[in-house]
């Protein structure tokens, strides 16, 4: 049992289960050059980024493209969603599908940092040290993806 499981805090709804959110800003390449402190479980992915301070430093570089998770904000550019009943048009289907070509490297990106195994397994630590073992992780990345 994770030491936190008294926390209802870091409850996920989503996935039912106790963890943490990372931000991750990773390149069109899949090279990761930021990483976020660690955010509760229950915490929505646009609340996490704005609470991380990445919106002004969205809206400098002239945006960045994300998941569905963070629509609504004004800074980043998302894929078109499909209304229930309602099916795409033929450009929306389009305009995604070449976004998703875009992205794909950047959560290439993402599941390379997952295959650390103090971010794949549940976290055992005090959760003081988090935010370090995190960091410590996607600095191994980023030396991993320089060799």
Same mark, same amino acid.
């Given at each position: 049992?994770?030491?936190?499981?008294?926390?209802?805090?870091?409850?996920?709804?989503?996935?039912?289960?106790?963890? &943490?959110? #990372?931000?991750?800003?990773?390149?069109?390449?899949?090279?990761?050059?930021?990483?976020?402190?660690?955010?509760?479980?229950?915490?929505?992915?646009?609340?996490?980024f704005r609470e991380a301070g990445w919106v002004q430093l969205v809206r400098r570089s002239s945006g960045?493209?994300?998941?569905?998770?963070?629509e609504g904000e004004p800074a980043l550019h998302t894929p078109v969603?499909?209304?229930?009943?309602?099916?795409?048009?033929?450009?929306?289907?389009?305009?995604?599908?070449?976004?998703?070509?875009?992205? #794909?490297?950047?959560?290439?990106?993402?599941?390379?940092?997952?295959?650390?195994?103090?971010?794949?397994?549940?976290?055992?630590?005090?959760?003081?040290?988090?935010?370090?073992?995190?960091?410590?992780? &996607?600095?191994?990345?980023?030396?991993?993806?320089?060799?």
């Amino acid at each position: 049992m994770a030491p936190w499981h008294h926390r209802k805090d870091l409850l996920s709804g989503k996935h039912r289960r106790h963890g &943490v959110y #990372v931000q991750l800003a990773v390149d069109l390449h899949g090279r990761i050059f930021g990483a976020s402190r660690a955010f509760r479980g229950s915490w929505h992915d646009v609340h996490c980024f704005r609470e991380a301070g990445w919106v002004q430093l969205v809206r400098r570089s002239s945006g960045c493209m994300t998941d569905l998770g963070y629509e609504g904000e004004p800074a980043l550019h998302t894929p078109v969603k499909k209304k229930p009943g309602i099916p795409l048009a033929g450009w929306q289907r389009q305009l995604n599908t070449e976004f998703a070509s875009v992205r #794909v490297a950047a959560e290439w990106g993402v599941a390379h940092t997952k295959n650390w195994r103090i971010l794949t397994t549940r976290y055992r630590s005090d959760l003081s040290r988090i935010d370090t073992d995190t960091q410590a992780a &996607v600095g191994l990345q980023r030396i991993n993806e320089r060799q």
